[in-house]
């Protein structure tokens, strides 16, 4: 008689009764995006009640705070160097947007993203060494 077992996780750790994997990532995980959508909502719900300014609202809402929070999202699940890439990198875009000062992505961004990602690559492979 074979028994079939409906919680296997090919990751190898443990399941919750779902079968989805369970432990700190995923604890973390769900932290961070729950704390995201409230901490989303409030702001929305200041900013229609004029106590948040249009543009703290815009900056908050950009592409550049989606690249910074991406980043952190990375760090929460233990991607460390990607994370910390992407996190300065959304950060300083949003530093340099709340200052006017404008940068031509094609000439100065994009570059810099294609040093950090061979940077990022270079550094697993040492680490896996």
Request: aromatic residues 12%.
């Given at each position: 008689m074979e028994i079939i077992n409906n919680n296997y996780n090919p990751a190898g750790g443990p399941t919750s009764s779902n079968g989805r994997p369970s432990g700190p990532d995923n604890q973390a995980r769900n932290l961070f995006f729950g704390t995201l959508l409230v901490a989303a909502g409030f702001l929305w719900l200041l900013r229609d009640f004029h106590v948040v300014p249009y543009w703290l609202f815009n900056t908050i809402f950009s592409w550049q705070m989606l690249l910074a929070v991406t980043g952190a999202y990375l760090l929460t699940i233990r991607r460390w160097i990607v994370g910390w890439i992407m996190l300065a990198a959304g950060l300083c875009l949003?530093?340099?947007?709340?200052?006017?000062?404008?940068?031509?992505?094609?000439?100065?961004?994009?570059?810099l993203v294609l040093i950090s990602a061979g940077a990022a690559i270079i550094l697993s492979i040492n680490k896996q060494q």
């Open positions: 949003v530093i340099l947007d709340l200052t006017g000062i404008h940068v031509s992505f094609a000439k100065i961004i994009f570059p």
